[in-house]
């Protein structure tokens, strides 16, 4: 009974080793197996974090290419439409300058007649009328204008006027002839039917910097109005001016281009433009007392004239 006594202990004692044994090879285990856990979701959780931070690369590196593509693209469109020519202006082929404000072109394979919008200048060939003081003057500058380049015209609200002439704007390689006409005092802002006008402030801007300076038709007080111009321009001068522009191109016969006196009847005559041609080589005014409208053809206050 002792031995049984003494041994029960040994038993027990080598069941609950084994049993702690197993108890702690079992927790060993399960904590092994819970680190790896861990370190399986750690790595996960990096994998993503890896991954999230490559696609933030991408979506980054995208948005600077666009941005860059549209700082590099801007400047071309803008560089396009600061460069892009007015559509709406016409080419046209000078035929004649009639006047200050009026010339004649080729326009859609026929002759017209341009009468220039927004100004008016002193009258050199208007029937009944006197030459009107710096007409001729006008008249020289348009022309010396409009024969110097390109020439385009570009219209407004109504393409023709009451005469059947075509009312525009012209410029000559792209600077505008009223405006100069304008500026250097030739011409005053006139005929305002139907504005709003495109060019009516750059104009007036013009007009207000020649009588600043009191240019040639504002040196003097009283010729412009609102209607018009006033007074004549004396026969010496209107005679001497006119003899001077209507000098033919190309016109090699050595006669001189002095227009006689008026004879002492105060009229002549001549059965057509070849018989009064052998006196006047180029023509005579309205003025004139040689002048017959049968002679003037384009009706422009001139007859007979090259």
Excluded at 125 to 149: D, F, I, T
Excluded at 204 to 210: C, I, L, M, R, V
């Amino acid at each position: 009974m002792i031995i049984f006594i003494s041994i029960a202990p040994d038993i027990d004692s080598n069941k609950s080793e084994v049993a702690s044994s197993v108890n702690s090879s079992s927790n060993s285990s399960s904590d092994k197996k819970t680190t790896t856990e861990k370190k399986t979701i750690e790595t996960s959780n990096d994998k993503k974090d890896e991954t999230k931070q490559n696609d933030d690369k991408i979506e980054t590196k995208k948005s600077e290419s666009k941005n860059v593509a549209v700082v590099t693209t801007t400047p071309k469109k803008d560089q396009k439409k600061k460069s892009a020519k007015p559509s709406n202006r016409v080419p046209v082929t000078l035929t004649k300058t009639v006047d200050g404000d009026t010339i004649k072109v080729m326009y859609k394979g026929k002759e017209e007649s341009v009468r220039y919008l927004l100004i008016d200048t002193p009258e050199s060939k208007k029937p009944g009328s006197c030459v009107q003081p710096y007409a001729e003057s006008a008249y020289n500058r348009n022309k010396q204008l409009v024969n110097s380049g390109k020439l385009t015209i570009e219209f407004e609200k109504s393409e023709r006027d009451k005469y059947d002439r075509l009312l525009a704007y012209v410029f000559v390689d792209g600077k505008s002839v009223q405006e100069t006409l304008l500026k250097e005092g030739y011409a005053r802002v006139a005929y305002i039917y139907e504005p709003p006008y495109k060019y009516l402030s750059r104009y007036k801007k013009a007009e207000d910097a020649a009588k600043a300076k009191h240019s040639n038709i504002w040196s003097k007080s009283g010729l412009v109005t609102d209607k018009g111009f006033n007074g004549c321009a004396t026969k010496a001068t209107a005679t001497k001016k006119s003899n001077t522009t209507r000098k033919s191109i190309g016109n090699s016969s050595p006669k001189t281009n002095t227009t006689p006196p008026p004879t002492s009847s105060g009229t002549e005559f001549f059965a057509n433009c070849t018989e009064l041609r052998k006196k006047y080589p180029h023509g005579v005014p309205s003025s004139h007392p040689a002048y017959q409208p049968k002679m003037d053809r384009d009706k422009d206050g001139y007859a007979c004239e090259r």
